[in-house]
């Protein structure tokens, strides 16, 4: 079998890699059971694997920090409740800002986008889901919720904004998956009826974007 970092299937990070894809494969597969420890413990490893990752790789602190971020996110969000929403919500919106620092770091910088035609062009697709996501949920939303989501969608602007100027196909690729993720859990969560029977398909497709969103991103810098 080949695998993706050297020392075949025994070294440390093919074997945390595997980890990681274990623990999001079970994840999908309990997405319709209610919330349980065993539950919330899959979601929260399947991301910290990849922080894991990352860690014993020598990838940057900032990818580090924004994986194990995300990780805790997770565990907010892999209950039920309002308060478990916010707290899930306030860390990805710290997770989402630190990979922004990252990407700029790393990146060209912003003059990218003008140079060239097709950066601009996914930039610009960027910001139109962000506006049309932020006027859907703006009227459907309590007006307790709205000034969070607001900074939320901002964000992960942000976030895509800085990912354009990386020039890495695997990172652009794994923000433009994140967006999509967000932008769907968002409509199953505030946009879709209760009893809608599209529910259980769209939080699997969240799951399974996120994941290759985050796996994306990883690779592209430990491999890139």
């Known amino acids: 079998m080949t695998m993706p970092f050297a020392g075949g299937i025994d070294a440390n990070a093919n074997a945390t890699l595997i980890f990681s894809l274990v623990a999001a494969v079970i994840y999908a597969f309990t997405l319709g059971m209610r919330p349980t420890l065993a539950?919330?413990?899959?979601?929260?490893?399947?991301?910290?694997?990849?922080?894991?990752?990352?860690?014993?790789?020598?990838?940057?602190?900032?990818?580090?920090?924004?994986?194990?971020?995300?990780?805790?996110?997770?565990?907010?969000?892999?209950?039920?409740?309002?308060?478990?929403?916010?707290?899930?919500?306030?860390?990805?919106?710290?997770?989402?800002?630190?990979?922004?620092?990252?990407?700029?770091?790393?990146?060209?910088?912003l003059e990218l986008l003008a140079a060239e035609s097709w950066l601009g062009a996914i930039a610009l697709a960027m910001a139109l889901f962000a506006i049309v996501m932020l006027a859907a949920l703006w009227r459907r939303v309590g007006p307790g919720l709205r000034i969070p989501i607001a900074a939320y969608i901002l964000a992960i602007l942000a976030m895509g904004m800085s990912a354009l100027t990386t020039n890495s196909s695997w990172v652009i690729g794994g923000v433009v998956l994140f967006m999509a993720s967000d932008g769907l859990l968002a409509t199953e969560k505030f946009l879709v009826a209760a009893i809608s029977p599209q529910r259980a398909l769209m939080r699997l497709a969240v799951w399974v974007l996120y994941y290759a969103a985050q796996l994306a991103i990883t690779l592209g810098f430990l491999l890139g």
């Open 39 to 109: 539950r919330s413990a899959a979601k929260t490893l399947a991301v910290a694997m990849l922080a894991v990752l990352a860690a014993i790789q020598g990838g940057p602190l900032l990818l580090v920090a924004a994986l194990a971020l995300s990780a805790v996110g997770d565990a907010f969000l892999s209950r039920d409740g309002e308060k478990a929403f916010l707290g899930g919500l306030a860390t990805f919106l710290v997770a989402h800002i630190v990979y922004a620092a990252l990407f700029l770091r790393s990146g060209g910088g």
